[in-house]
T-cell receptor, first 115, second 116 residues
Framework: SAVISQKPSRDICQRGTSLTIQCQVD?????MFWYRQQPGQSLTLIAT?????????ESGFVIDKFPISRPNLTFSTLTVSNMSPEDSSIYLC????????????FGQGTRLTVV | AQTVTQSQPEMSVQEAETVTLSCTYD???????LFWYKQPPSRQMILVIR??????QNATENRFSVNFQKAAKSFSLKISDSQLGDTAMYFC?????????????FGGGTRVLVKP
C-alpha cells in the first residue's frame, strides 16, 4: 500500500497568481500521476511525473501552465500557473502500486478556488 | 486510447436494497485492470473493488461484487444491502498495463444516494 500526503488541502487564490501543490508518498514509487477534477466532473489525467526525466503531459495540458517537479522517488509538486477562474478544481496526486494487488492510491486532494 | 463510459449519472436506492451501476469500456489491450472507486464528500478516493482482466472469476468484496464481461467490455458494480455510508460518487476506472504507464482512465461517475 501507499500513504500519500498532499497539501494544501484547499486554497483560494487571486487570478494571475500561481499555486504549488505538494505530494509526499511514504514509499518509493517510479511514477506519480496528477489529476484534475473540475466541479461535478470526473478525474482527468494532467501528467505523469517520472523521477529523473521531464513529466509526460496529456493532450490539452502543457508544461508552461502546469509545471511539475519530481526531485526524488517519494515527492512531486504540481504548479498551477497564471491562474484563472477556469482553473478552479480539485487536484489530486496518485501513485500506482503494482506489487501484490495492483491498486492506485490517491492523496486527499487540493480544492483550488480562483477568484 | 481507452475510454470508459458510465451511463447512469445518478442512482438512488433504499437502505438495505441492492443497486447496480453500469460501466463499459473500450480498449484494444488484452491485459489490464478495472476498478471501482468511491468518492465521498471528503474527496478521498477509496478503492471499492478491483478486477484483473485475465481472471474470469468476478471479484467480490463483502457487499460489493462485479459482473465482468470481457468480450462485451462491461464491468458493472452491484452494491448489496445498501447502507447510508455508501452514499457517494462512484467511478469506474481502467488501468492499462505496465508498459503503457499504469495511468487510470475514469468514467464520468455515478452519484449514488442511499435513502433511509
Amino acid at each position: 500500500s501507499a500513504v500519500i500526503s498532499q497539501k494544501p488541502s484547499r486554497d483560494i487564490c487571486q487570478r494571475g497568481t500561481s499555486l504549488t501543490i505538494q505530494c509526499q508518498v511514504d514509499s518509493q514509487v517510479t511514477m506519480m500521476f496528477w489529476y484534475r477534477q473540475q466541479p461535478g466532473q470526473s478525474l482527468t489525467l494532467i501528467a505523469t511525473a517520472n523521477q529523473g526525466s521531464e513529466a509526460t503531459y496529456e493532450s490539452g495540458f502543457v508544461i508552461d501552465k502546469f509545471p511539475i517537479s519530481r526531485p526524488n522517488l517519494t515527492f512531486s509538486t504540481l504548479t498551477v500557473s497564471n491562474m484563472s477562474p477556469e482553473d478552479s478544481s480539485i487536484y489530486l496526486c496518485s501513485v500506482a502500486v503494482l506489487t501484490g494487488n495492483t491498486e492506485a492510491f490517491f492523496g486527499q486532494g487540493t480544492r483550488l478556488t480562483v477568484v | 486510447a481507452q475510454t470508459v463510459t458510465q451511463s447512469q449519472p445518478e442512482m438512488s436506492v433504499q437502505e438495505a436494497e441492492t443497486v447496480t451501476l453500469s460501466c463499459t469500456y473500450d480498449t484494444s489491450e488484452s491485459n489490464y485492470y478495472l476498478f471501482w472507486y468511491k468518492q465521498p464528500p471528503s474527496r478521498q478516493m477509496i478503492l471499492v473493488i478491483r478486477q484483473e482482466a485475465y481472471k474470469q472469476q468476478n471479484a467480490t468484496e463483502n457487499r460489493f461484487s462485479v459482473n465482468f464481461q470481457k468480450a462485451a467490455k462491461s464491468f458493472s458494480l452491484k452494491i448489496s444491502d445498501s447502507q447510508l455510508g455508501d452514499t457517494a460518487m462512484y467511478f469506474c476506472a481502467f488501468m492499462n498495463n505496465k508498459a503503457a504507464g499504469n495511468k487510470l482512465t475514469f468514467g464520468g461517475g455515478t452519484r449514488v444516494l442511499v435513502k433511509p
